[in-house]
């Protein structure tokens, strides 16, 4: 069951790209985002209510919701769309699979029983190395804003990791859907002030059929169907694991894009991609023996 989630997300992840570029043709980034998540707490909130699902009680549950609300939505997604308005989408893809990289560094400070081992260090560089061969014709900087956006792409995937961390540390006792709806509606305030602020009145913007449909999938398959899943998974796999997704997404994207767009396949797609295959084989499909309250898992995810 676990690695057909896992594998679900891949796919749903990996065809977002496709929709936040067609949608950013029409809608300014910010606002874009704002939209997203708007729609996703609009669909989300009867849902909570009909099945009950508990909401954060304590103090201390909505501190974490806000802080991993923040880190997540307000920063981490801002980055990834305002950046592509400067930098190739493919280097943006390069530089947010970084994501395993701070998930590993910040899983052996905040979970005591994620250790960094040698298969872990060479999985991820093996999956980063191979999404940087694959577009590696879109790695240039050619000016400040670019490297701003550089910069950009990189703190929101240390955000997106951090946030991750956090929930699997101290969050997971709530339910997924409540988790996602909750840092929605801590995180989102500041995207839209933002992009009041900077991108001006939404109802003045171009709302194409196309924007909207690009809109509502990236709300209902992007983020609710998509959180929901990962926070499941996130509560029942290491989250090294988990974050290997980031991995695989620009992959299936770029495949996407020649299916659906017609978009030329890089030639060096095939070498790449053999190298992300492997890094997931080390690390999301093998597990040590030494790791004995994860024995039945190995078993589960070997097994499928």
Known sequence: ????????LCLIWGSTWIFIKI??????PITFSAARFGLAILILAPLIKIFGFAMPRTK???KLMALTGFLQFSLNYSAVFWSEQYIESGLAAVLQSMITVFGLLLAWIFLPAEKITKRK???VTLGILGVAIIFIDQLRVENWMAFAGCVAIVLGAYAAAQSSILIKAKG????PASLVFSQMICGLPAVIAYAL??????LKLNWSFTAILCVVYLAVAGTIAAFWLYYWLLSRIESTK??????????LAVMIGAIV???QLPPQTYFGGALIMGSIGLIVLRRKRSEPQEVGDAKEIQTG
């Not at 069951?1 to 679900?8: A, D, F, G, N, R």
């Not at 602020?197 to 939404?202: L, V």
């Not at 974050?243 to 997404?249: E, G, K, R, W």
């Open 1 to 8: 069951m676990k690695i057909l989630v896992w594998i679900i």
């Open 23 to 28: 949608g950013l043709g029409d809608l300014p």
């Open 60 to 62: 201390s549950e909505w």
């Open 121 to 123: 260090i060479i999985g």
């Open 172 to 175: 997971s006792g709530l339910h």
């Open 197 to 202: 602020i900077k991108e001006g009145n939404p």
């Open 242 to 251: 988990a974050m290997m997704i980031s991995l695989v997404t620009p992959l």
């Open 261 to 263: 767009l017609g978009e």
